[in-house]
């Protein structure tokens, strides 16, 4: 059987050229930090003072890594990736607070205020307490 592509030197064997070797991309790091901190914001929502400010150090990493991978740095999809998840915990952030300012304002909330700032004790309070979560729940 004959080697369909001779090597120059007439051996009749044929070694593949070796690659190049792969130039480093530039790391774009302000993509990771804002993956790491769209995460992080997500997970710590339920410490609101940490998981909003996360947040939004999420969506401003996010968008200036998304400028940075435009003249050519790596990791566009971490950024975009953290700018989403930073936009997420906003936004739930922002459902959370609508639902607990709706709550607080209904006629259950409004005696519930009533009835805390009339008690006197602390047993009262909790009274008070139990009888709007008796009251919601119904």
């Given at each position: 059987?004959?080697?369909?592509?001779?090597?120059?030197?007439?051996?009749?064997?044929?070694?593949?050229?070796?690659?190049?070797?792969?130039?480093?991309?530039?790391?774009n790091g302000?993509?990771?930090?804002?993956?790491?901190?769209?995460?992080?914001?997500?997970?710590?929502?339920?410490?609101?003072?940490?998981?909003?400010?996360?947040?939004?150090?999420?969506?401003?990493?996010?968008?200036?890594?998304?400028?940075?991978?435009?003249?050519?740095?790596?990791?566009?999809?971490?950024?975009?990736?953290?700018?989403?998840?930073?936009?997420?915990?906003v936004?739930?952030?922002?459902?959370?607070?609508?639902?607990?300012?709706?709550?607080?304002?209904?006629?259950?909330?409004?005696?519930?205020?009533?009835?805390?700032?009339?008690?006197?004790?602390?047993?009262d309070?909790?009274?008070?307490?139990?009888?709007?979560?008796?009251?919601?729940?119904?």
């Amino acid at each position: 059987m004959s080697d369909p592509y001779p090597s120059p030197e007439g051996s009749g064997t044929h070694t593949a050229p070796a690659p190049a070797p792969a130039r480093p991309g530039r790391r774009n790091g302000l993509a990771v930090a804002a993956l790491v901190t769209g995460v992080a914001s997500l997970l710590l929502l339920w410490l609101w003072f940490v998981g909003i400010p996360l947040a939004l150090v999420a969506i401003g990493l996010g968008i200036a890594a998304l400028r940075r991978a435009r003249g050519g740095a790596g990791g566009r999809g971490m950024a975009i990736s953290g700018l989403v998840l930073g936009s997420v915990t906003v936004v739930i952030a922002g459902i959370l607070v609508a639902v607990g300012v709706s709550i607080l304002n209904s006629d259950e909330g409004k005696d519930l205020r009533s009835c805390v700032n009339n008690a006197r004790t602390e047993q009262d309070r909790q009274d008070c307490s139990n009888r709007f979560n008796q009251d919601v729940g119904n």
